[in-house]
């Protein structure tokens, strides 16, 4: 059998507070979650649920108070170089233009400079923006940014990619087209994508499986969809097909109850 590309097994994250090293909060507790090669698998929970936390676990930015993580078969120990991360908030360097920021990764492997800049112009024509290297973060939309970090994540060529609710800052139409974009590149080399949203109607449209956590603390899977509508999918058109309806009153229906307990928290909390 070929081996996960990302598994997470029996993951537990426990922190304990820098001022009473006696209050400690389980994040996520046993949490068994894997990615095949070529799949693109979402999780979806309430807020604060630990989805994040995974996604860090994943990345070896994070070490587990107990579980283990293999990518592809061996035991990470340290950052997983084989996964490329885009963060929630922009990562870009704000004194590098486009093309520098999605140059920096390939500089700081050793890549010679004329070949680094030939790959990360190449990168900016395939997002859309082979015009706008030369443009500063602050001199880009909101969109533009996003693209601009999503060539400086694949320019890399991760055999997994890591996103945490990439797109959550977004207008429903930027948005929307940013996720076709993801599913058009991602369908061109089939890597692994784990996947963290807030939006299950975007879980649903670009994913073959969605994982659904319950509410903290201690959060752990509660539910897992095959998702199988055809691809390739546009996500707007597909959103009125019957079975996505469908699917999403399956997963709601488990995602639903966990909602409101995490919000009831919250409230608590605050």
């Known amino acids: 059998m070929t081996a996960a590309a990302l598994s997470l097994d029996d993951i537990t994250c426990t922190f304990i507070s ?20 070529g799949e693109f698998v ?24 107990s579980g283990s993580v293999q990518v592809f078969g061996e035991v990470l120990k340290g950052i997983n170089r084989r996964a490329g991360y885009m963060f929630q908030t922009d990562a870009l360097m704000p004194w590098r233009t486009a093309l520098a920021n999605v140059m920096a990764g390939l500089e700081f492997r050793g890549v010679a400079p004329e070949e680094a800049r030939r790959q990360a112009e190449d990168w900016l024509k395939r997002v859309g923006l082979g015009g706008f290297g030369d443009r500063y973060p602050h001199q880009l939309s909101g969109g533009m940014r996003k693209r601009s970090a999503l060539a400086q994540t694949l320019v890399l060529d991760p055999d997994i990619i890591l996103m945490d609710e990439p797109f959550s800052a977004l207008d429903i139409q930027t ?10 590149l991602w369908a061109a080399k089939r890597k692994a994508v784990l996947f963290i949203t807030h939006d299950l109607d975007e879980a649903i449209a670009m994913s073959d499986r969605v994982v659904v956590l319950s509410a903290g603390p201690g959060s752990h899977p509660i539910g897992e969809f095959t998702i199988d509508l055809p691809r390739p999918r546009d996500v707007a058109e597909v959103r009125v097909d019957p079975r996505f309806i469908e699917l999403h009153k399956a997963i709601w229906g488990v995602l639903r109850d966990e909602v409101l307990k995490g919000y009831a928290q919250q409230k608590l909390a605050a």
Do not use: H, I
């Not at 389980?26 to 949490?31: E, H, S």
């Not at 948005?175 to 058009?184: K, S």
């Open 42 to 65: 979402s999780v979806v929970g309430p807020t604060g649920c630990g989805k994040s936390t995974l996604l860090n676990v994943g990345a070896g930015l994070l070490e587990p108070s």
């Open 175 to 184: 948005r929307q087209l940013m996720e076709n974009e993801v599913l058009d």
């Open 18 to 37: 820098r001022d009473d090293r006696s209050q400690r909060y389980t994040a996520v507790r046993d949490v068994s979650l894997s990615v095949a090669p």
